[in-house]
């Protein structure tokens, strides 16, 4: 079963906006990760945010943790072109290696 | 892709054939995943390692089965490939006890 559900499963934005993507889970976790897919290309970590952490930040990117929503979400800032690529959440509530990925979020950069 | 290599990247199989897919490391990590992406279902996982001969199912394990003789190696097999095993497979690394995850470039698998 899907652990984590993204929203929405598409977005599409002009270069330099803002990118704010939902991650949705239904049972407790020690962490959550947000990963990247290029086309064609395998995913890639981003971050990992712990449950006892409210927001963490890497670059142009912010995650936010509520884990008492049992949500996420992930923020692009000023986002460029090649930041096109689907992003998916991930988290361990069936054990910590034993992740659980959500279908993710397709994101469009428009030039 | 952090030393991690697929090999085959793409396959064409006839349904009942025996398939094997190879998944070669060199960071020494001890968890190796094997997944498969579907549309529709993100990524599911099919069997993990976490060492030498030490295996365990994922949430899609019927109709594969899994090898790892050596830390580098993990072999996954489709003993009788069906077509809807028709998938692009993943394999994935991570150190003991740390929950990043290291991707392989994948494996495009087509069963006719």
């Known amino acids: 079963s899907q652990q984590g559900e993204e929203d929405p499963q598409a977005l599409s934005i002009q270069e330099g906006e803002n990118a704010t993507m939902n991650c949705s889970y239904k049972?407790?976790?020690?962490?959550l990760q947000w990963y990247r897919q290029n086309s064609g290309r395998g995913l890639v970590h981003l971050i990992l945010i712990r449950s006892n952490e409210r927001e963490k930040h890497s670059g142009r990117l912010r995650v936010t943790l509520d884990t008492s929503k049992k949500s996420s979400s992930l923020l692009i800032t000023a986002s460029r072109a090649a930041d096109t690529a689907s992003y998916f959440c991930a988290t361990d509530g069936q054990g910590a290696q034993k992740l659980v990925f959500g279908q993710g979020t397709r994101l469009t950069i428009n030039p | 892709d952090a030393g991690i290599t697929q090999s085959p990247r793409h396959k064409v199989t006839e349904t009942g054939t025996p398939v094997t897919l190879r998944c070669h490391q060199t960071?020494?990590?001890?968890?190796m995943y094997w997944y498969r992406q579907d549309p529709g279902h993100g990524l599911r996982l099919i069997h993990y390692?976490?060492?030498?001969?030490?295996?365990d199912k994922g949430e899609v394990s019927d109709g594969y089965s899994v090898s790892r003789s050596k830390t580098e190696d993990f072999l996954l097999t489709l003993e009788s490939a069906t077509s809807s095993q028709t998938s692009v497979y993943f394999c994935?690394?991570?150190?003991?006890?740390?929950?990043?995850?290291?991707f392989g470039p994948g494996t495009r698998l087509t069963v006719l």
């Open positions: 390692s976490y060492g030498v001969k030490d295996t």
């Open positions: 994935a690394i991570s150190a003991i006890l740390a929950y990043e995850q290291f």
């Open positions: 049972t407790s976790i020690n962490n």
């Open positions: 960071e020494n990590h001890r968890y």
